[in-house]
């Protein structure tokens, strides 16, 4: 098989700009160390990356100029390869895109059934959508756009397909740094043609939810637009920029918020968490918590321990719990004082019992999220350091106006 890498160092004898190429066919290999970029304003990015904390690579799509590289689409998010020799091909027996090792398909990235074909091509657009097309007639046979991961681009659906039945939704990663399936989904939900909205799920239930017509008033992007007839339903959004500066778009993050924008990234809605009660501004309520706590009961960051008398310490290393696992873990438990994930965002720390909270103004602890509570028998932070944290806060503030 000739290889990405050859073909472009073959083509610069052909006279055209080897730096970009946005396109492979059957025969070609993309390898781990080779791209492919958008064509013709070279606005987005497909190749391999590794896990710094791990060996495991996936294959994934970004904004070619945003400095942080964040992913907008992972092709094998709950399969990560190992091997440093994959490569991604065209398989030339099935049509399907996968990532083989050794010729042998270790991912099925696509799903067409188009059998042996030796005229196929992939390309990555400069919408970000990676398509497989039939060379013969120019035919898409299958495209990224039609599996998102965690982030809704410009042009991109969320709803479903009732001619495919397919249904397009989001699906956070497990953590910031792991790009496996996480705990929340946020979906397009049409209940007849008058009422629209998006809703996020955390392990299937109602987390927060927002009419189509309100956000509007939350978002930063002015063209949202939503369809409802016999062929699909579905909610999107238009370009509000221009430029290969601009990139734009909607993450659904590890913690179940809705990001919008790189360079100045900003939430859909104000509130870090949801409780398990309705608000309003769309968190839902969750027939599933335990009432132990009122509305007025809030996780705060804060940097200290807790006194050694009365009080219990669990460690999880369970890979597959996410922060919000371990945040709905403590509001389950009535005597849950507080909870953190570990650094790389998996696995809990839990504290429960009886004790008193003391901030630690060194720095010399880990930060952990304190149930600060104002029920009756459950205050968990005694009045002399909530007087500490408003001075704290009062700091802060005089600070900033000056």
């Known amino acids: 098989m000739i290889t990405l890498i050859i073909s472009i160092l073959l083509c610069s004898n052909l006279i055209v700009d080897c730096s970009y190429v946005s396109t492979i066919k059957v025969g070609d290999q993309l390898n781990l160390t080779s791209q492919l970029v958008s ?9 391999f990356f590794t896990i710094p904390e791990t060996d495991n690579t996936y294959l994934g799509i970004w904004y070619t100029h945003d400095t942080s590289s964040t992913k907008v689409w992972v092709a094998n998010r709950a399969t990560p390869v190992i091997s440093s020799s994959s490569v991604l091909v065209i398989d030339p027996d099935t049509g399907k895109l996968i990532i083989a090792t050794g ?11 188009s059998g042996p074909t030796p005229n196929m091509t992939a390309t990555l657009q400069d919408t970000g959508d990676f398509q497989l097309k039939s060379g013969t ?10 599996y998102p991961t965690n982030v809704l681009l410009p042009g991109m659906k969320l709803g479903w397909d009732n001619r495919t039945g397919r249904n397009w939704e989001l699906t956070s990663w497990v953590s910031d740094k792991f790009p496996d399936l996480g705990a929340f989904t946020m979906s397009f939900e049409a209940n007849g043609t008058n009422s629209h909205r998006l809703m996020i799920r955390r392990r299937g239930q109602p987390y ?7 956000l509007g008033s939350v978002s930063r992007y002015r063209n949202l637009s939503y369809g409802y007839n016999n062929e699909e339903r579905y909610f999107s959004y238009a370009e509000s920029c221009e430029g290969n500066g601009c990139t734009s778009l909607w993450l659904l993050n590890a913690n179940g918020q809705v990001e919008e924008g790189q360079a ?25 918590m335990r009432l132990c706590w009122s509305r007025d009961d809030k996780f705060t960051l804060l940097t200290g321990e807790f006194n050694t008398g009365g009080r219990l310490f669990r460690h999880d290393d369970n890979s597959s719990l996410s922060f919000s696992d371990c945040m709905v873990g403590c ?5 849950c004082l507080a909870f953190n994930s570990h650094e790389n965002g998996v696995g ?15 720095v010399t602890s880990a930060p952990k999220y304190v149930l600060v509570s104002t029920s009756k028998g459950k ?24």
Request: charged share 25%.
């Open 264 to 288: 100045d990234r900003r939430y859909l809605w104000r509130s870090e968490f949801c409780y398990g009660f309705n608000s309003g501004d769309g968190c839902a309520a969750d027939s599933d």
């Open 103 to 113: 010729g042998a398909a270790i991912v099925n990235i696509s799903d067409n059934q």
């Open 331 to 335: 509001l389950n438990s009535c005597d």
């Open 137 to 146: 007639d120019d035919r898409i046979l299958w495209k990224s756009f039609d």
């Open 348 to 362: 809990c720390d839990i504290w429960t019992g009886k004790s008193k909270f003391v901030i630690d103004p060194h």
């Open 39 to 47: 064509s013709p304003d070279r606005r987005f990015t497909l190749g």
């Open 379 to 402: 205050i968990l932070i005694t009045d002399s350091v909530i007087c500490r944290l408003i001075v704290m806060h009062l700091k802060h503030f005089i600070t900033r106006v000056v």
């Open 208 to 214: 927060w939810s927002k009419l189509v017509k309100e």
